[in-house]
């Protein structure tokens, strides 16, 4: 039983490493998303567009 129980703390910790690792990469991805979406809409703004607010 205390095998067992070793075992499945083990695979938690690997499980909740992994997790982890998975949040940071998607939260890397949001920011390149975000980054992107305001680039390109910087870039789709016509010349005569911005000074006419």
Known sequence: MAASLGRLEADFRHV????????ER????????ILTAESLRRASVRPEDRGSS
């Open 26 to 33: 998607l939260e890397e991805l949001v920011r390149e998303l």
């Open 16 to 23: 909740r490493k992994r997790h982890d690792e998975q949040i």
